[in-house]
């Protein structure tokens, strides 16, 4: 998918995406610190080992780096956002190593009988078991008692299970508490991924615009101060900086970017003067660009395809989106035309009530314009003019360079970067899941949502009574990776969002396929 300032710059690819390409991978020399202790505590006899760092410093890559060194001989369970509780996390551990368990069990004893019977086995065979957590800041007091007694698991020679915490700083803080002292004594490595320094900063641009195949200085050496500046050394904000500052360079025609651009676009990610990083990133991946122009809709069997709400319009991009100055702003068209791209008529009330009645579902969120690409629907974005004013639109599609909303009623197109500069980063949307699917497809498990699944990822019809076995696991896992997703091969609502809006064609598109009108 090509951002709309690639072929301005010479590019081969968009040099500073937030999804995790492996090819991008920058490792400073605290991330490669950072892989060391795992890789040192992955080594010893087991216990605990211990990542933390600030949202977006990278603890995602440096995970990804360290499964990339994990031995053949290892097994791997992978748990990620683990708010769950003791029975639940044992069950997920279970699952995530193929430990079969008595069905609706819901004993603690039973599920540890369980593990502790496969990891004397995989010991046998030669094979450690390695845990690892993600956004382990989530887990209570209770489960991680749970997780120390399961690295009692243990032989004459080791323990049984590796557990790798991964999370934000806070989980340094829990680990503190006199209660989980016995715990804290067992981590055998720990370290905290600080934000880059000013010549990582520095390195770091400059890696990811060589990779993406131009050399030429399109930060000069005093913009890199400013990116530091205004980022404070975090990856994923220097991401969202730079990318934003190169939409605004290409539109004002510039080779490179200047003090003022950069300045603008700090204004705009965060929403406010530029400062230091504060922890809030309210935009993530609004510059990347939409492919291609209008609606498309293409009804499979069975389905009832929704009614196209745009004809062919003579594109005349508007300078600005604003609210008609004699009508006071309201949400009521915004909502009729989002209802309307799905063949139904809103009828002036509780709008998510009233799409449940139809079978959707509401998803009221903030992102960028890359999640609501890969989403694919029609959205209700908050908007604000030029005075501050707050108002909505309806975003009906999505192309190279414009956005078409619905606005009071009438069709206005914008340029991106008119885009950029007026959204709140808020959205709503619409969306239809499946009856058969309930709220998690894990691995294991059996029946019309395993069917169903099987059938959107192959595009073929369901085998009798399917089962979500390894192949189908690989194939949702390699989807997970493709959308920046955390490939942990169960099929939660972000997994599900993305397969709809990537493989469902009877729902109304907000991105077209080129060359079909």
């Not at 389905?303 to 004699?326: F, N, Q, S, Y």
């Not at 629907?377 to 604000?384: C, E």
Request: aromatic share 6%.
């Amino acid at each position: 998918m090509t951002c709309m300032y690639q072929n301005f710059f010479g590019l081969n690819e968009a040099p500073f995406s937030i999804a995790p390409a492996p090819h991008f991978l920058y490792m400073s020399s605290r991330h490669q610190e950072a892989l060391a202790h795992l890789l040192y505590g992955l080594g010893g006899d087991g216990g605990f080992v211990l990542l933390t760092g600030e949202v977006g410093a990278g603890k995602t890559t440096i995970c990804r780096a360290l499964l990339e060194q994990i031995p053949a001989t290892c097994d791997l369970a992978y748990v990620f956002n683990p708010k769950l509780s003791v029975e639940e996390l044992l069950s997920t551990i279970c699952a995530e190593f193929g430990i079969a368990y008595p069905a609706g069990n819901t004993s603690v004893k039973v599920f540890v009988d369980c593990i502790n019977a496969h990891l004397l086995d995989a010991h046998a065979h030669g094979r450690h078991a390695v845990l690892i957590i993600d956004e382990a800041q989530n887990l209570s007091a209770e489960v991680l008692e749970q997780m120390r007694l399961l690295t009692n698991l243990e032989t004459n020679e080791r323990k049984l299970l590796q557990i790798i915490l991964i999370g934000q700083p806070e989980l340094a803080a829990m680990l503190d508490r006199p209660e989980l002292r016995q715990l804290a004594q067992r981590i055998v490595a720990r370290y905290h991924l600080g934000p880059l320094t000013r010549q990582e900063v520095a390195a770091y641009v400059r890696h990811r615009l060589d990779v993406a195949g131009t050399q030429r200085p399109l930060f000069p050496g005093a913009r890199m101060r400013q990116i530091y500046r205004y980022s404070g050394g975090v990856p994923r904000i220097i991401n969202v900086l730079c990318d934003r500052a190169l939409l605004g360079a290409y539109a004002q025609g510039k080779e490179r970017v200047d003090r003022a651009t950069l300045a603008r676009a700090a204004r705009e990610v965060f929403n406010r003067p530029p400062a230091r990083y504060r922890g809030i990133l309210l935009l993530t991946g609004l510059l990347a660009a939409a492919v291609l122009a209008l609606l498309t809709h293409r009804p499979q069997p069975h389905a009832t395809a929704p009614k196209p709400i745009l004809a062919r319009v003579a594109v005349v991009l508007a300078d600005t989106l604003e609210w008609p100055a004699r009508q006071p702003p309201d949400e009521e068209s915004a909502y009729a035309a989002l209802f309307q791209a799905w063949g139904a008529s809103y009828r002036g009330e509780a709008a998510c009530r009233q799409a449940e009645e139809l079978g959707l579902r509401c998803r009221t969120a903030r992102a960028g314009l890359d999640e609501l690409r890969q989403l694919n629907r029609p959205a209700l974005l908050r908007m604000h003019d030029d005075q501050g004013r707050e108002f909505v639109a309806t975003l009906l599609s999505l192309d190279a360079n414009s956005a078409t909303f619905s606005l009071a009623g009438k069709i206005q197109v914008v340029s991106l970067n008119v885009l950029a500069t007026q959204w709140t980063g808020r959205y709503t949307l619409l969306w239809r899941a499946p009856p058969a699917v309930p709220g998690v497809i894990r691995p294991g498990d059996r029946g019309a949502a395993v069917a169903w699944l099987q059938t959107l990822l192959t595009g073929e019809a369901a085998q009798a009574d399917p089962v979500f076995d390894a192949a189908l696991r690989r194939q949702v896992q390699q989807f997970q990776l493709t959308q920046g997703l955390v490939p942990d091969g169960n099929i939660g609502q972000q997994t599900l969002l993305r397969l709809l809006g990537a493989k469902d064609r009877t729902a109304p598109s907000l991105v077209r396929v080129q060359g079909v009108r």
